[in-house]
């Protein structure tokens, strides 16, 4: 909540349309967000600060001509709660000489004078970036039942992994047996290669990976195949270890 997110979607049949350029779109918002008085300045490849701290990530892609640019704005967001909800590894915080990702972010609402609400923060932006006669489409239902179908593909385990092609991913967690981290290959949707590390304690943890090969990559395969594991490694349980393993 007090968060918003925006996107800009631009066609163009020029070469200049295959050329990755942040500040195209990261500068619009940077303006609007200085039309309401907050001094807001781009910084590195992708973020917009306020007084150094990040109020805004964001992200692109392309394809046959088609730019999607994609980013977000805090607000109003109540940042503790943002914390507790984000992974973020300590090595990041660390490097870069930062106690905590509260010392890293900000709300725009602290550094703008008087009491924008949420809403009008939004048209104001909006007017913005789209000029005073701009025009606003409503979703018909046609379009949500379109939006449903795209929706219930993503919920479908074959469609997200099982015909995807093999990729590796390494997660990492913290619990009170120490640090864990899984790296996995996966291959048509099944675990065909794992290996665990960190500063946890187990007398042999071949067991454990020999259970997940070829597992199918989804949290309640994964559980099952450790159920016969319980104790492979001390205080970290086999609920801990599947979260950790599918991230």
Not at 18 to 33: H, P, Q, T, V
Request: with cysteine; proline share 1%; charged share 25%.
């Amino acid at each position: 909540m007090g968060g918003y997110q925006y996107s800009f979607i631009k066609k163009s049949d020029t070469s200049e349309s295959e050329k990755i350029d942040f500040s195209e779109y990261m500068r619009l918002i940077e303006n609007a967000l200085q039309d309401i008085g907050a001094n807001a300045e781009l910084n590195g490849r992708n973020d917009i600060t306020l007084c150094g701290k990040k109020i805004s990530g964001n992200a692109q892609y392309k394809k046959s001509g088609a730019t999607v640019h994609h980013g977000t704005l805090l607000f109003s967001t109540n940042i503790e709660e943002m914390v507790t909800a984000t992974i973020v590894d300590p090595n990041k915080i660390i490097s870069k000489s930062i106690k905590s990702v509260r010392e890293r972010v900000t709300n725009i609402s602290e550094h703008i004078d008087g009491n924008i609400m949420p809403e009008e923060f939004k048209s104001s932006v909006i007017e913005s970036i789209m000029g005073e006669n701009f025009s606003s489409y409503e979703l018909t239902q046609a379009d949500i039942l379109g939006i449903t179908v795209i929706a219930n593909e993503f919920r479908d385990w074959d469609f997200v992994f099982g015909k995807s092609p093999k990729f590796s991913i390494r997660n990492t967690g913290y619990f009170a047996g120490g640090k864990l981290t899984a790296s996995l290959n996966v291959e048509v949707g099944h675990i065909s290669q794992i290996e665990f590390s960190g500063d946890f304690f187990a007398v042999d943890v071949s067991a454990l990976v020999s259970s997940l090969i070829g597992c199918k990559y989804e949290y309640d395969a994964v559980y099952k195949r450790l159920q016969a594991q319980e104790n492979a490694i001390y205080k970290i349980s086999i609920e801990e270890i599947a979260k950790t393993v599918m991230g």
